[in-house]
C-alpha cells in the first residue's frame, strides 16, 4: 500500500484560494485524485490526474480548481480558486491500485471551509 497525507485545508472566505497537498509514502505509478465529502452527503470526484499528467475535473470546479504532481516529490496537489460556500467539504486524496498495491489507498481527509 501507500499512505498519503494531505494538508493545506482550512477556512477561507468566499472568492478566495487555497492550495492542497498530498504527499505520498512512495512513487505513485497510478492515476491519483482528489475527492471530497460535504456533510450528509455522498464522496464525490473533484479531479483526477494520470501518471501521464492527463487530468479530467467536476463539472462543479472546472474553471477554478487545478491538479498536478510532481512525481519526483511523491505529492499531488489541488489548486482552488474563486471558492464557493458550496466547495465546503473533507476533501480526500486518493491513488488508484499500481503494481506495488493490492488496492487503492485514500488519505485522512483534510477539512476545507468556504464561508460566505
Known amino acids: 500500500q501507500v499512505q498519503l497525507v494531505e494538508s493545506g485545508g482550512g477556512e477561507v472566505q468566499a472568492g478566495g484560494s487555497l492550495r492542497l497537498s498530498c504527499v505520498a509514502s512512495?512513487?505513485?505509478?497510478?492515476?491519483m485524485g482528489w475527492y471530497r465529502q460535504a456533510p450528509g452527503k455522498q464522496r464525490e470526484l473533484v479531479a483526477r490526474?494520470?501518471?501521464?499528467?492527463?487530468?479530467i475535473y467536476a463539472d462543479s470546479v472546472k474553471g477554478r480548481f487545478s491538479i498536478s504532481r510532481d512525481n519526483a516529490k511523491n505529492t499531488v496537489y489541488l489548486q482552488m480558486n474563486s471558492l464557493k460556500p458550496e466547495d465546503t467539504a473533507v476533501y480526500y486524496c486518493?491513488?488508484?491500485?499500481?503494481?506495488?498495491?493490492?488496492?487503492?489507498?485514500w488519505g485522512q481527509g483534510t477539512q476545507v471551509t468556504v464561508s460566505s
Open positions: 486518493q491513488a488508484d491500485r499500481d503494481a506495488w498495491s493490492t488496492s487503492d489507498s
Open positions: 512512495r512513487r505513485v505509478f497510478s492515476t
Open positions: 490526474i494520470t501518471d501521464g499528467r492527463s487530468t
